[in-house]
């Protein structure tokens, strides 16, 4: 229900930045995501904390397109994309932050109330500090708000650049208005018809969705979400072990984020993804190959260790039967692989699941398995694991915030931007609501390798449709999506005109 609501929120969000300006935008999803958190945490009935999370959402969603912005916008070129990368590396660092706020609270008296009603804290700290920042220049400009524009640019940029700065935004606000009209006039649905007729918003949205849509069709997300899950899958039995692991992974993800910072504007926002979906396609490759193996080298059931548990044999399983751990665990009936002792490889038991039968396993000093079998491939799985997280932060997991925040005319730009805001929650929703159902389906090992080939033809698609804007200009970016000729994989710097 939180990604549902994040969906809502961003369409939402991308009509507010516009109508209402980046300010009020993020204070509103502040305020959403403090009562949702409230809400939750206060739930007296299940369907009470399923209404917290729709609130939760709405405030993310609403924020998760408006932040980026509103850094972009307020920053000096530059340093753009540094600046919204320390954007990501605060999510992905509060992601590690609450694993770790999570397990202190597990040995306190009202677990969950506790860990839903924290995650208030960071919306009001942050609802209170944007209460001192400005709007948007460039909204303020655009709202014919110069005087005030003017002056927080005189704070962002050196006084040799400022002249620059401020005549680049006039002329593209005067040939906007001289287009397009007075922003607001044809309403929301009207601008989106206006805005597919341009195309320059055309070609943004192009890039701009399609880095959105990539970047959870490599499937992150499902990574992030279900690590316990997959560390299990790698053979891993103990959820304690699980969950540490887990919080290996988004330690790598924050770590991952501040390499962006330093890199981004540096080699610039088109090679680095380029490079991040190769080094993807490359780790999803070896999970595939991985798990491929574990599955086909997963240890014997054996009749004899299964009689042991007496009635606790899984009803699918026959003396007959030439079934290995992972049979076991893909049996219609729910069944659980309980391994050899002191050897896990040996052959061992297949049972069905009941907290009996996973008890009778551990007083038996036995290892009790429901998502992956016992391998000697579990540590390669967690490397390959890591290394794929590593590629994906620096590049796919915060440069397609980067791309939408400046690739957008400015008239245009929360529009857009919650369009392909939409985009991303949306197959945020469609991945991580499949991955456990295609895993169970097609194995673990076809799961990964269908994310490899997507991540494949992602780098073809982003190669040939996204267009480098490291250093440029907002105005620049325009210029050069509006240039004849235009190819994304040729572009150069462009050279606006003289007023």
Request: glycine share 10%.
């Amino acid at each position: 229900m939180a990604v549902a609501g994040a969906i809502i929120g961003a369409a939402l969000g991308g009509w507010m930045n516009d109508r209402f300006g980046r300010k009020l935008s993020i204070l509103i999803a502040d305020v959403l995501f403090f009562i949702g958190a409230i809400i939750m945490a206060a739930a007296p009935i299940p369907g009470i904390i399923i209404l917290g999370r729709i609130f939760v959402g709405l405030g993310v969603g609403m924020a998760s397109m408006t932040a980026p912005l509103y850094i972009s916008e307020a920053s000096p070129a530059r340093i753009r994309g540094a600046l919204v990368s320390m954007n990501g590396l605060l999510i992905t660092g509060g992601q590690f932050l609450s694993y770790l706020i999570n397990l202190a609270f597990t040995r306190t008296n009202g677990t969950w109330r506790w860990m839903l009603g924290v995650a208030g804290l960071p919306a009001l700290v942050q609802f209170l500090l944007m209460l001192s920042l400005p709007e948007s220049p460039r909204w303020l400009y655009r709202r014919d708000r110069k005087e005030e524009a003017e002056e927080i640019l005189r704070k962002i940029y050196p006084a040799e650049e400022l002249d620059n700065e401020i005549e680049a935004l006039r002329q593209s606000v005067e040939e906007e208005i001289a287009i397009e009209g007075a922003i607001g006039e044809d309403g929301f649905f009207g601008k989106i018809k206006k805005a597919l007729s341009n195309k320059v918003v055309r070609r943004g949205l192009a890039a701009g969705i399609l880095c959105q849509v990539a970047q959870q069709f490599v499937g992150i997300n499902s990574v992030m979400y279900y690590s316990p899950t997959i560390v299990q899958l790698a053979g891993f039995a103990s959820n304690s072990t699980a969950l540490a692991l887990s919080l290996i992974t988004s330690g790598l993800n924050a770590v991952g984020s501040i390499v962006s910072m330093f890199f981004v504007d540096r080699s610039g926002r088109r090679r680095l993804m380029l490079i991040s979906l190769v080094g993807i396609i490359v780790c999803l490759g070896l999970l595939t190959g991985i798990f491929y193996a574990a599955s086909t080298h997963s240890p014997l059931v054996s009749a004899d260790e299964t009689k042991f548990f007496g009635n606790a044999t899984c009803p699918d399983f026959t003396v007959t039967s030439k079934w290995k751990c992972v049979d076991c665990l893909k049996a219609a009936a729910e069944c659980g692989y309980c391994a050899s002792t002191p050897n896990k490889l040996q052959p061992g038991a297949c049972l069905v699941t009941t907290d009996f039968s996973k008890a009778t396993c551990h007083a038996n000093n036995r290892e009790w398995y429901t998502q992956g079998c016992p391998s000697n491939f579990g540590w390669l799985a967690l490397v390959a694991l890591g290394l794929y997280i590593i590629s994906y932060s620096p590049g796919m997991g915060t440069v397609p915030w980067i791309v939408n925040s400046e690739i957008y005319p400015l008239r245009f730009r929360g529009t857009c931007g919650g369009m392909a805001a939409v985009s991303n929650w949306v197959s945020n929703l469609v991945v991580s609501q499949s991955f456990l159902s295609m895993t169970e389906a097609l194995g673990t090992a076809a799961t990964f390798l269908f994310f490899g080939c997507v991540s494949l033809v992602a780098l073809v698609l982003i190669y040939f449709i996204v267009p480098e804007t490291k250093g440029l200009q907002f105005e620049e970016v325009e210029s050069m999506l509006e240039e004849k000729g235009y190819k994304a994989w040729k572009t150069k710097r462009p050279s606006l005109s003289p007023a």
